[in-house]
């Protein structure tokens, strides 16, 4: 089969490498469409501290089901038949730490994620859990289905924030994750602004049907005006910025909740004023990737209510080592870079 391996930093190599064979509970994917995200470019780049080389990289998957190795529990290859479409959720826990235990394999002590600890799907065919597979509703194409995981991500935060459509949301941030938050807080139904420092990525938003608010300088004062003095309802941190981190508690209106889906850097400290805490009883929550969220992320892909796969470049697999020389270079070069494969 044809592959992308990120052999070393810098050093993306196409190449043929043998069919994986799916081991005991396993399932092999034909890969239709590979997304590109802000992972696999640290990966190209020597960024990410957890991947060894060489990897083949990619952790947003669609394809078909080609076959399953033996099954574990009865019936035998209980997933989705042979050639129907499916995506792949690239969160493998390990089913017995407290966080698999309760549900939250997202967090799994021993953690394992497709395209960054195990290959991806960089490649004609890749072998994963078969409890990783999602079906995927029948109108949807590949190319459309590809994107349940960065939208899975925003149903993750919508739902750690609680969003409904009586919430205000401020989004801090119009990134990838940011405009997946907007979309799925839309979609909900709640009204919905946005904040960045870019004024392209502002444009986005507002495409994407946020409100948009200058970043920066101002802002709080900007935020207390539009809610009278409140502050806002909600506040998603997606910038991973923690000065930006710093003024959620600002910018959140007493008895709201902040839910911090942006990442710092190992051994950063984001500091807020401790009487806030109880004196506006805040909620604030993490939020992280997603777990089980893949059936709501197809099904608002279905409604056509996400914009998100309007915005992205397709490429073939063959033109890996441009597209990540591209993004190397500037890693705003596309919206969203999706290979077909
Ligand atoms: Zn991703
Ligand atoms: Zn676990």
Known sequence: MRAAIFNAPKDLLLTELPRPEPGLGEVLV???????CAGDLYIHTGKNPYVSYPRIGCHEIAGEVAGYGPQVSWPQA?????GSSVVVDPFVGCGSCYPCRIGKRNCCAS?????????????DYVVVP????????????????VF???????????????VTAADTVLVLGA?????????????????VYATDLSQERLATAAQFGAIPIAGGEGLLDRVMEITAGEGMPVVMEATGAPPAMEQTIELVASGGRIVILGLVRKGQEVRFPGLDFTRKEVTIVGSRASVDCFPEALELIASGRIGYPKI???FALEEAPEVFETLAADP????????RI
């Open 148 to 162: 349940a995981e960065p939208v899975a991500i925003g149903v993750q935060g919508c739902r750690r924030g609680e």
């Open 175 to 191: 990134g990838p994750i940011g405009l997946a938050i907007i979309e799925v807080a839309r979609a909900r139904g709640a009204k």
């Open 312 to 314: 992205a470049s397709f």
């Open 78 to 82: 209980s997933g989705p038949e042979i």
């Open 111 to 123: 953690l394992s994620i497709v395209g960054i600890h195990r290959e991806g799907g960089f490649a």
């Open 130 to 145: 078969t409890g990783n597979i999602v079906p995927v509703p029948q109108t949807l194409s590949p190319f459309e289905a």
């Open 30 to 36: 034909r890969v239709r469409a590979a997304g590109v």
């Open 332 to 339: 705003t070069a596309y919206h969203k870079a999706v290979f």
